[in-house]
């Protein structure tokens, strides 16, 4: 046999593009309040709660109940992404990849939104009139310490009973974000004797995604300082997210570049925290 005969080895290449590992868009949208928004920046009017008060004389004036009116910012935010296809390559791959960059591009832009919804939790809200009083989490009374440790069953109802205790009412779905650190935390500090262990074994299997009323929403874009990470509990109407349009997406030639495609998306996105009420942090040790 020919020592020369590896000059006719071929390779095969098989057909279709794989998309590598990652999240796939926002997990986070559906989980908060969403609005289409037509301007820069829109406002959220509010009315804080009142009390009744008792009848003690007969014939008496009426009291007037003044209400507090209360006011929102939520500003959008404009992300894009391009990426080009050289005619020359196009010719040359045996796969086209106009349309695994499209969903590329789009899983990029969910992923935008989420990043933006998380930095938003603890972020300072802007109130007022104009929007220009900034208000700040409040970490006194809405933050369940980390402890030294990850997260465990007490500090999940540490948290639960912080929104239960403000009179969240009962049918607003509450969520919680975490990593696969926290959900490994939990299934850790739980004793396999104890109640909560199956329940919890339940939700690291991925046959259920709710524990203690709170639905477990896994995302790896939580926000830390290389020690402690935050963990978002809420509920529903506490965060709001606003877009417009929510993604624009265009395909076509590039004249300066030699006419190569230009696979472009963007979209304008804003969050803001609604009611501090309705959201706890959970510090989390890593």
């Known amino acids: ?9 071929v390779n095969e290449y098989k057909m279709g593009v794989q998309l590598l590992a990652q999240q796939e868009g926002s997990v986070l949208r559906d989980a908060v309040r969403y609005e289409t928004q037509n301007a820069e920046s829109d406002f959220y009017d509010q009315i804080a709660s009142t009390a009744a008060i008792e009848v003690t004389t007969r014939h008496g004036d009426t009291p007037l109940v003044n209400s507090e009116h ?58 007022g009139k104009t929007g220009s009083t900034s208000t700040a989490f409040p970490t006194s009374t809405h933050q369940v310490a980390s402890g030294s440790v990850g997260l465990t ?6 948290a639960r009973k912080i929104l239960r205790s403000r009179n969240i009412p009962k049918n607003e779905p509450l969520f919680i974000a ?7 935390d939990l299934l850790g500090t739980t004793e396999v004797t104890s109640v909560d262990y199956n329940n919890v074994k339940a939700l690291v299997d991925g046959n259920v995604d709710t524990f203690m009323g709170l639905k477990f929403i896994h995302t790896e874009l939580l926000e830390d300082d290389a020690t402690t990470r935050s963990v978002p509990v809420w509920a529903k109407n506490g965060m709001l997210v606003a877009a417009n349009p929510e993604m624009e997406v265009d395909i076509g030639p590039r004249r300066d570049k030699r006419n190569s495609i230009q696979v472009y998306v963007s979209g304008n996105f804003g969050a ?15």
């Open 1 to 9: 046999m020919s020592d020369l005969i590896t000059t006719a080895f």
């Open 70 to 127: 209360r006011r929102r910012r939520n500003q959008l935010r404009f992300f894009d992404w391009a990426d080009l296809i050289d005619k020359k390559d196009k010719i040359q791959l045996i796969n086209d990849p106009q349309g695994p960059y499209v969903q590329n591009a789009g899983f990029a832009m969910g992923r935008a939104l989420d990043t933006v919804i998380i930095q938003a939790f603890f972020a300072a809200a802007y109130t």
């Open 153 to 158: 069953v007490a500090k999940l109802r540490a």
């Open 178 to 184: 975490v990593t696969a650190t926290e959900i490994d």
């Open 272 to 286: 803001t925290r609604m009611d501090e009420d309705r959201v706890v942090n959970i510090l989390c040790t890593l």
